[in-house]
């Protein structure tokens, strides 16, 4: 299974950005898809995840960010608005078979990540 992550870039504080993360080399419907966000110095943290019946966000983002899946394109997005400096981070999506949860550790496949930088 292979995960290629895409859209970052340099963004004003406020403005909005909208991450892919394309699946491939599985059956895209029985995956679970999360995005983590690493700032530097800090350990990778949860942003939110997706499964076939539900969402969860990470408190930090709820209600700027909306995470989405579409099954024709086997890709899952994740919408940014009112973007905060302290978004600034590199993005990864990741995605496991079964079960979901909130930890890296619980996360089989990671696409390679994409650099989002909110100025102020």
């Known amino acids: 299974v292979q995960l290629q992550a895409s859209g970052g870039g340099l963004v004003q504080a406020g403005g909005s950005l909208r991450l892919s993360c394309t699946v491939s080399?599985?059956?895209?419907?029985?995956?679970?898809v999360a995005w983590f966000r690493q700032a530097p110095g800090k350990e990778r943290e949860f942003v939110a995840r997706?499964?076939?019946?539900?969402?969860l966000y990470a408190e930090s983002v709820k209600g700027r960010f909306t995470i989405s899946r579409d099954t024709a394109k086997n890709t899952v997005y994740l919408q940014m608005n009112s973007l905060k400096p302290e978004d600034t981070a590199v993005y990864y999506c990741?995605?496991?078979?079964?079960?979901?949860?909130?930890?890296?550790?619980?996360?089989?496949?990671w696409g390679q990540g994409t650099l989002v930088t909110v100025s102020s």
């Open positions: 990741a995605a496991k078979a079964q079960g979901w949860g909130t930890e890296p550790f619980q996360y089989d496949y």
């Open positions: 080399g599985g059956t895209f419907s029985t995956y679970n």
């Open positions: 997706i499964t076939w019946s539900n969402s």
